[in-house]
């Protein structure tokens, strides 16, 4: 059982917008805005999409931001397109420096 | 371009330790951690711990005492030794770069992964 928790999949078709959402707690999500989020293809390694919270590494379409409320967490992807087909993953640093991640989301693009 | 380059053993038996170095090439060695994870076949991913340049290392309590990341800054590589395997430690095992000035806390480079599977 992973320490957060993401939907286990989630659609949508070509042109929409999604929402995945990453529920922590107060020990984690909750407590630092050091959540990340990782999008990783079959076979592949995972490539850093978000991180602390709201920031996109250099090269990242603007169509992928990130939130957070409380301790929940979001990844949006704007403007779907099929090649946002993958496995995304969130991450964050629990009171304690440890790392902890999410079960993982699959995105299936109608 | 900054380049990791992971490798070691594949095929482990029960009670064997597991080895792997990754090597780190271009960019900054001293300026970022670095770490391991790893992801059963189909599942989700795991971080198993991190250690930077000065050899300061901090680890996932979840592998209880199994776990040893050391660092050799002359040839900017890192490994991981994770002893007692069993086949709950078959995985795909990653090393990847904390970004630190440049990605906060997100990890921007990855190795390629070496499927690690512990059969007898």
């Known amino acids: 059982q992973s320490a957060l928790t993401q939907p286990a999949s989630v659609s949508g078709s070509p042109g929409q917008s999604i929402t995945i959402s990453c529920t922590g707690s107060s020990s984690d999500v909750g407590a630092y805005n050091y959540v990340s989020w990782y999008q990783q293809y079959p076979g592949k390694a995972p490539e850093l999409m978000i991180y602390d919270v709201t920031n996109r590494p250099s090269g990242i379409s603007s169509r992928f931001s990130g939130s957070k409320s409380g301790n929940t967490a979001s990844l949006t992807i704007s403007g779907l397109q099929a090649e946002d087909e993958a496995d995304y993953y969130c991450s964050s640093y629990t009171y304690n420096s440890i790392l902890v991640f999410g079960g993982g989301t699959k995105l299936t693009v109608l | 371009q900054v380049q990791l380059q992971q490798w070691g053993a594949g095929l482990l038996k029960p009670s064997e330790t597991l080895s792997l170095t990754c090597g780190v090439y271009?960019?900054?060695?001293?300026?970022?951690?670095w770490s391991w994870f790893r992801q059963p076949p189909g599942k989700g991913l795991e971080w198993i711990g991190e250690?930077?340049?000065?050899?300061?290392?901090n680890y996932n309590p979840s592998l209880k005492g199994r776990v040893t990341i050391s660092v050799d800054t002359s040839k900017n590589q890192f490994s991981l030794r994770l002893s007692s395997v069993t086949a709950a430690d078959t995985a795909i095992y990653y090393c990847?770069?904390?970004?630190?000035?440049?990605?906060?806390?997100?990890?921007?480079?990855w190795g390629q992964g070496t499927l690690v599977t512990v059969s007898s």
């Open positions: 990847a770069r904390q970004g630190i000035a440049v990605t906060g806390t997100g990890f921007d480079y």
């Open positions: 250690i930077n340049h000065g050899g300061i290392t």
């Open positions: 271009g960019g900054s060695f001293s300026d970022h951690f």
